[in-house]
């Protein structure tokens, strides 16, 4: 194996590469652009539904016969707006008011306020969670005063306090959502990003009968191989690199919106510190490697540019499964699963974020796509060999 | 130097099953001299080509290029050839200049030595217009020239071409053609494919005739005269062409 000829065709897969518009989209536009574009758009919706409903559940209908004092005004003080309607219950279903209130009178002669919501909408839902609870403290109110026109003190209300603490840090959550989403996109993206340039530099040339000249010059076929594996690996890399740096700016981006909720602050705090990004970029140099050599190895095996794209498409499906399975929670990384290739990459990146992974884990992880890596490479060179492959037309 | 003796090549085909493209072929190619390998197309040019480059493995036969065998050590045989394919096989989106530094390379030409070599190539080639750009951009002639020049940058000893002027205009089938006489008179061994009996009788020093998969006779101009009464090429072709019992059995 003689390392000139590698970089020789390392330098001119490279060139190839960076003039080809196919490769530079799926390796560069993609995840500059689109992934942050999308993250973008989720955000808007769910921003404005939730300001929707919010708006909506504060029109509120109220019956005539609501007599029980201090009500009316404590409604109108929280900003809801009172629509007078006679059938409280007809109003909500209907739709014209997100809740409504009614009177009547219970058995033992005090008032009972009825409040009418519809639970299939949101708007109604929290309209009534807000006047539940505005009401409670109403009660409370009047209960104090009560209790202090007694000569009690307000403490017969409270004899003792409870608070409950979530061990798991805010920060831990955090993480695992942070690295759910970091790892299936990083990656699904590598794998798209790199599949155009492994198919350019096998399938392509045989398409485009570029490979006689290569195979008749002093290149050795390991040589060759490797030198593509090198580039499309490169070509994993560069996307997988891009993806996290847009991902993560977007999640800032999100947290410091004027309207973000608390979920999106913490995870974009939780970004990983640069250890834990040094130790996600050598997670995916052997994953990138591994990608790389599948993919030119099954590329090889088509006749054109078309054949290999539809030979790859599922390889790409086959890749989702186990990145998705690898979001779920409740999943611990072992050794034996960390021999499974994809998931336990996206897995080992969630644990990295968190802050929690094992060095077995780790370790086996990087060995096992090292290991898949290298079976993918001699299958490449042996196709590389077969001359009915190569020729086939 | 080129030796060949009985190489054959079958394919198993579809539909007409297990065959043989090149049927135990020999001819020998001497130093400083073009031996033309002139037949139709279908003939068995590009596989027997193919098989001295050490594209495809012979199925029987031996063949020596450069004082090695193509089977036992093709790495050998490659650091010896320049090889021209009948598709030319350059990078649309890289630039002749580029095309030919990766190829420097990869014969092993060190960046100093390759740059001035690139710069000689370029002009006897007469590409200084175009070595700058795309190849995608190019015309054929313009483009066959660039493969040329590829073929001979690392100044290999035994240059195997296939069809190096089919579909060229006039002038550049010139200039090309004149290229491959230089080569010769520098000493070296070329192969040479073609389909153009005209071509073959201008440039070559010898002819080989194959049909078939098969060489029907070899020899000079005059060696084929004397051998066949005839006096033209064409007739000479024809008449081979046409003594086939094979082809009266073929469908
Ligand atoms: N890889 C292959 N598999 C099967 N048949 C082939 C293959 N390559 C060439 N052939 C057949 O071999 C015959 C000779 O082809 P070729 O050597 O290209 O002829 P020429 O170059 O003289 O036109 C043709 O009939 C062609 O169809
Ligand atoms: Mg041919």
Redesign the pocket.
């Known amino acids: 194996m003689n390392l000139r000829m590698v970089a020789a065709i390392y330098a001119k897969e490279m060139l190839d590469m960076f003039r080809d518009r196919r490769a530079l989209i799926s390796m560069i536009v993609v995840p500059v652009i689109a992934m942050p574009g999308i993250f973008a758009v989720v955000h808007y919706f769910t921003e404005n539904l939730g300001k929707k409903a919010a708006l909506e559940s504060s029109r509120i209908g109220i019956s005539g016969r609501v007599s029980e004092p201090g009500v009316r005004d404590a409604l109108k003080i929280t900003g809801f707006e009172l629509v007078p309607k006679p059938d409280a219950r007809a109003a909500v279903e209907n739709k014209s008011v997100a809740a409504a209130l009614d009177e009547e009178t219970a058995g033992d002669g005090s008032g009972r306020i009825i409040i009418f919501v519809d639970k299939t909408r949101e708007a109604s839902t929290i309209a009534g969670e807000r006047i539940s609870a505005l009401l409670e403290r109403l009660k409370l109110a009047r209960v104090k005063t009560s209790l202090r026109g007694m000569g009690v003190s307000e403490r017969v209300l409270d004899p003792f306090q409870v608070k409950s603490t979530n061990v798991a840090a805010d920060k831990k959550m955090a993480g695992f959502i942070l690295g759910s989403v970091l790892g299936y996109a990083v990656l699904l993206l590598m794998f798209t990003g790199g599949m155009y340039p492994a198919i350019d530099m096998t399938a392509g040339e045989k398409e485009r009968h570029t490979l006689e000249p290569l195979l008749a010059s002093p290149a050795s076929r390991e040589e060759i191989v490797l030198g593509k594996i090198f580039a499309s690996t490169t070509a994993c890399l560069l996307t997988a690199m891009l993806t996290i740096a847009s991902l993560l700016a977007a999640i800032q981006r999100l947290g410091m919106g004027p309207n973000s909720e608390e979920l999106e602050h913490l995870v974009s705090r939780a970004g990983p510190d640069a250890a834990a990004v040094a130790l996600i970029l050598l997670t995916l140099l052997p994953t990138a490697l591994f990608a790389a050599s599948v993919m030119i190895a099954v590329a090889l095996f088509a006749r054109g540019f078309k054949e290999a794209q539809s030979l790859l498409t599922p390889v790409i499906m086959a890749v989702v499964v186990p990145a998705v399975v690898g979001m779920l929670p409740g999943l611990e990384l072992n050794v034996g699963l960390a021999l499974i290739p994809v998931f336990n990459v996206s897995q080992l990146i969630k644990e990295i974020i968190i802050g929690e992974y094992s060095r077995i884990a780790f370790i086996t992880a990087f060995a096992s796509n090292v290991f898949y890596a290298l079976v993918a490479f001699w299958i490449s060179v042996r196709i590389f060999k077969t ?2 492959v190569l ?3 | 130097m080129i030796q060949v003796s009985d190489l054959t090549k079958t ?3 579809k539909s007409r099953g297990l ?1 043989a ?2 049927d135990h072929i020999s001819f020998e190619v001497r130093d400083g001299e073009i031996f033309g390998l002139l ?12 098989m001295l480059a050490t594209l495809l493995k012979a199925t029987s036969g031996r063949a020596m290029v450069g004082g090695h065998e193509v089977t036992a050590d093709p790495a050998a045989v490659r650091r010896m050839i320049g090889f021209l394919s ?1 598709d030319m096989g350059l990078y649309h989106r890289l630039t002749p200049r580029e095309v030919l530094k990766v190829f420097g390379r990869l014969n092993g030409l060190r960046d100093e030595f390759l740059r001035t070599r690139i710069d000689e190539v370029v002009e006897m080639l007469q590409m200084r217009d175009f070595a700058d750009t795309k190849v995608d951009q190019l015309s054929t002639g313009m483009r066959q020239r660039a493969a040329l020049a590829r073929t001979l940058l690392h100044d290999p000893p035994v240059l195997i071409l ?2 190096p002027t089919s579909g060229l205009d006039v002038p550049t089938a010139r200039v090309i053609e004149e290229f491959i006489l230089q080569a010769r008179r520098s000493g070296k061994c070329i192969l040479y ?1 073609t ?1 153009v009996m005209e071509e073959a009788e201008f440039l070559c020093d010898r002819i080989a005739v ?1 049909n078939q ?1 098969r060489i029907r006779i070899t020899g000079t101009m005059s060696e084929l005269k004397a051998a066949t009464g005839r006096e033209r090429l064409r007739e000479i072709f024809l008449d081979l062409l046409d003594d086939q019992p094979e082809k009266a059995a073929a469908p």
Do not use: M, Y
């Not at chain 2, 037949?39 to 193919?50: D, E, F, M, V």
């Open positions: 001359e009915s020729f086939r037309s | 394919f198993r085909d065959r493209v090149v037949g139709p197309n279908g003939a068995g040019k590009t596989t027997t080509l193919r009948g296939d069809e494919s389909h194959i998969g």
